[in-house]
């Protein structure tokens, strides 16, 4: 094997192996607590999605229903949900600042043209800084909460009928979420649309426990760190790296594509995807799933032994990537970009963010 080759598979077999040796072995007792489906979310769900697909059928997980991979993300579910106040509540929550048009195009998935067409050019210029101006925006939209209603009817109509067509309107099933963390917003908002009560397995969670959505519980459990916060925040105590650095994770646990920016259902019962922009993990993903095969040996090898982590070492092995400059192989930089277009800044890299 060439020598970049070799490289990234031990960095996903070093790195990733261990964390995901633990979280399974968390997830099948969650899943055996009765009427489970492991749902899948989002981009980093699209590598949960593959770990568990791998391991049955390797005989290595047993599960009762099959495993879900759901295309969704806060933007299409803010866009779907885009004129309902309970959602806005919910999409207001995390910092931005720029104007209005800005934030319709880069937290709720809208396009310039639509934008215009929805809302005054006025309203469109009018600056705001999140979350400290949610009551404001919430008043500048809620003239307009029909028109929004109205317009992104499509939307809403092609996501209610993928969820269905995915088995996830089955009342006697518990959809059991997993996703990296961190607030569970997907989990929430799905819990609002579903109208069912929901789990929640996450690595890291900033709050954990019951969630009431309109009469639905979302419960969610974090595996790895559970109640922390980031640093800066009112509430902060101590530092808990794994979250701090944990753009590392959502740069290698991606998917193939873009974030989902929009949904439509095609006349033969298909759904068509819209997604947003590539960065380097998206266009060079071949190389990403030489890491990726290192990661799923690992985690199969050390099943197949009975090998087991404990909390602190896991801890440690993260902290010893997340800080050491050299850790993470060379060939593996270029692989280190991802948007972060809710939050308006772009596209950033972790490495450089973090000095690494």
Not at 36 to 64: H, M, Q, S, T
Not at 189 to 216: A, C, M, P, R, W
Not at 240 to 251: F, G, N, W
Not at 329 to 349: E, R
Request: aromatic share 12%; glycine share 8%.
């Amino acid at each position: 094997m060439k020598s970049s080759y070799c490289s990234l598979y031990e960095f996903g077999h070093s790195f990733l192996s261990p964390m995901l040796n633990y979280y399974v072995r968390a997830l099948e007792t969650k899943l055996n607590e009765g009427e489970r489906r492991p749902v899948c979310l989002a981009r980093e769900g699209w590598f949960f999605y593959v770990l568990l697909n791998a391991l049955i059928e390797d005989d290595l997980l047993k599960v009762k229903h099959k495993p879900v991979y759901l295309k969704v993300s806060r933007t299409l579910l803010f866009k779907t949900l885009l004129g309902n106040p309970d959602a806005l509540d919910v999409a207001l929550k995390n910092k931005f600042q720029g104007t209005v048009l800005e934030l319709l195009m880069k937290r709720f998935g809208l396009q310039l043209h639509e934008a215009y067409q929805i809302l005054p050019s006025e309203l469109l210029g009018f600056k705001a800084s999140l979350p400290e101006d949610a009551g404001k925006v919430k008043q500048w939209f809620e003239p307009h909460q029909k028109r929004l209603l109205d317009y992104l009817e499509e939307t809403r109509s092609s996501f209610y009928d993928y969820l269905k067509a995915e088995l996830l309107l089955d009342q006697n099933v518990t959809p059991v979420m997993l996703d990296l963390g961190y607030a569970g917003t997907i989990q929430k908002l799905l819990t609002l649309i579903l109208e069912v009560d929901t789990e929640g397995l996450y690595f890291i969670t900033t709050q954990s426990g019951d969630t009431l959505v309109k009469g639905k519980n979302a419960h969610m459990t974090g595996v790895f760190h559970e109640n922390v916060s980031w640093s800066g925040s009112p509430d902060w105590t101590q530092g808990c790296l794994m979250l701090e650095r944990s753009l590392l994770l959502e740069t290698l646990m991606t998917a193939p594509h873009g974030q989902v920016v929009d949904i439509r259902k095609c006349s033969d019962g298909k759904f068509e995807f819209l997604y947003g922009r590539e960065t380097a993990t998206q266009r060079y993903y071949q190389d990403l799933e030489v890491i990726i095969k290192g990661a799923l040996d690992g985690v199969k090898e050390g099943l197949k032994n009975n090998v087991k982590y404990e909390h602190g070492e896991i801890c440690k092995i993260y902290e010893a990537f997340a800080v050491s400059p050299s850790a993470i192989p060379k060939s593996a930089y270029y692989l280190f970009n991802m948007d972060d277009d809710f939050s308006g800044n772009g596209v950033i890299n972790p490495l450089q963010l973090f000095g690494l």
